[in-house]
């Protein structure tokens, strides 16, 4: 409890010693819990209990670990938490894109080639076919960093940020985009190079990620920076999916009856939109729509609910 609770003298010297209290809600944040007696607590914000709850208990962890156990166990952890990330994206993919009888299997998990003896690289987490496209999916388990980025602020450490979450990705992308148009994926990929004629480069993160046309300035500077021999066609088209948006995406491609695909294309053709999250972009463009919530999601829903009712009522 004493990573979630604050007690309210604690919150009061935040108050009078933090400059623009207002504004900056870095206590609340760590310690989204208000404690008097450390007996009962109660939440100033529920928005920021869910992130500490959801989101940020991957750096609870991560600093626990650390400090407990040292790198070679961090490095385990870490390694698992995107693993699950992965498989919870692969599982979300299989039911919004199924096999297709024409192009076979429409989704493509990452591959291991060899581009050269003694060289072992891999592709980009997800691969999805279309009939004369290839949406290349990456997964980061890796997040904004709470207290440098999240809550001071630092523009260095969230340029850092950048590097280690989308950099990194983007980089994975453009290669796997390359060794397809050589060739070097032929036996695992059911199309021909010839028959593609775009790509669409989509980085998932784990946690949340701002977008707003100042910050995709960021992110396009870095990746000029750090790439130099980055491919602009691809920068052009990158999309960032943040951990909660692909169910709101899988929801959308349900109502809407638009491909994926589609999507894609009409968030990189708007200016406004191409550098916004897709929360932003649904709200404003399909509001018709809402409220967006996937058949499985809600079937799950559903199911924790019929399981609730018999813990607690004894009900079936």
Known sequence: MQEFAIDVQSLKALYTDQEYFEYNFRGLVQHPLVTFDKQKYFPMSLGFLKD????????????????????????????????????????????IYPS?????????REITYHPRRRTTLKTADNILINASSLILLETKVSQ??????GIVGDLEAFREDVKKIVVKAFQTIQRTKEAFQQG??????????????SFYPVVITYGTFPLFPIVWRIVEEEIKKK???????L????????????????????TSGMPFETLLQK??????????????????????????????????????????????????
């Open 52 to 95: 500490k709850m959801a989101l940020q208990v991957y750096w609870v962890l991560f600093d626990y670990i650390k400090a407990k156990y040292g790198d070679q166990k961090l490095s385990r952890y870490t390694n698992f938490m995107g693993v699950c990330f992965e498989e919870y994206i692969f599982r979300l993919l299989t039911r």
């Open 100 to 108: 297709s009888p024409r192009l076979g299997g429409r989704l493509v």
């Open 144 to 149: 904004l960093q709470v207290y440098s980025t």
């Open 184 to 197: 070097l994926l032929r036996n695992e990929l059911p199309v021909e190079p010839r028959d593609i004629q």
């Open 227 to 233: 790439i130099p021999g980055y491919d602009p066609e």
């Open 235 to 254: 920068l052009d088209k990158l999309q960032i999916v943040q951990a909660d948006e692909p169910e709101v995406i899988e929801a959308f491609l349900e």
């Open 267 to 316: 968030k990189i053709a708007d200016p406004v939109y191409k550098q916004v999250s897709f929360h932003s972009f649904f709200f404003n463009e399909f509001q018709h729509l809402r409220p967006l919530k996937s058949k499985y999601v809600n079937q799950v829903f559903d199911h924790f609910i019929e399981d609730l009712s018999v813990k607690i009522l004894g009900k079936k």
